[in-house]
């Protein structure tokens, strides 16, 4: 079976710009979860996708959004980008978490984004 | 509410000597809970998890982890260290339909 994919795996933006991140979960998973990675504050959980639906949001201003397509895909896409959003944006998949505790999430490698 | 704590941002050990790290949680519900490894410029990795069956819980790599409740601990360890084990290491906890990450330790390992 096929992991997690993220693409693009590395991006340059500079202040201003948005940036669209895409997600293919594991094939059979239907949620996608995305988390933001930084030195200074760790992993943080953005949101997370299920059936199309947002379940669960996490702390991030409205320039952060999302959405899941029929497929299971996801994209993330950051509007009006900032210096402080230079991070790695992980994605995650899983069966579905409330299925049971032994869904755990798979993750994908990443993309690394950088805002000069 | 959910939490966690690594009580460790950074551990040092010597190639071939026991590893450590060190987890406490803190969940309103029966937890269940993982150990994710990750290495430089990787995603992360699951080592283990802990959903009930077995209090001590073993994972990839020789890694292993003890459920102890009464101490809310889930301490992730390893008879003897390589190399290849030097990575970041989280403790997380379920609950519902959310991961709770902790801040992470930093494993090195000396040759």
């Known amino acids: 079976k096929a992991g997690v994919t993220q693409t693009p795996r590395y991006l340059i933006k500079t202040r201003g710009q948005q940036v669209t991140l895409s997600c293919s979960p594991i094939?059979?998973?239907?949620?996608v979860s995305w988390y933001q990675q930084t030195p200074g504050q760790g992993l943080q959980f953005l949101f997370e996708?299920?059936?199309?639906?947002?379940?669960n949001k996490g702390n991030f201003p409205g320039r952060f959004s999302g959405r899941q397509f029929s497929n299971s895909r996801s994209e993330m896409n950051v509007s009006t980008l900032e210096l402080g959003d230079s991070a790695l944006y992980l994605c995650?998949?899983?069966?579905?978490?409330?299925?049971?505790?032994?869904?755990?999430?798979?993750f994908g490698p990443g993309t690394r984004l950088t805002v000069l | 509410a959910q939490s966690v704590t690594q009580l460790d941002s950074h551990v040092s050990v010597s190639e071939g000597t026991p590893v450590l790290l060190r987890c406490n949680y803190s969940?309103?519900?029966?937890?269940?809970l993982f150990w994710y490894v990750q290495h430089p410029n990787k995603g992360l990795q699951l080592l283990l998890k802990?959903?009930?069956?077995?209090?001590l819980v073993k994972g990839i790599n020789g890694f292993e982890a003890e459920f102890k409740k009464s101490e809310t601990s889930f301490h992730l360890t390893k008879p003897s260290a390589h190399m290849s084990d030097a990575a970041e290491y989280f403790c997380?906890?379920?609950?519902?339909?959310?991961?709770?990450f902790g801040t992470g330790t930093s494993l090195t390992v000396i040759p």
């Open positions: 996708y299920f059936s199309e639906t947002q379940r």
């Open positions: 995650a998949s899983s069966a579905d978490p409330l299925a049971g505790p032994w869904n755990e999430q798979f």
């Open positions: 802990y959903t009930s069956a077995a209090t």
């Open positions: 094939s059979g998973h239907r949620s």
């Open positions: 997380v906890v379920s609950a519902g339909n959310q991961f709770y």
């Open positions: 969940s309103s519900y029966s937890p269940s």
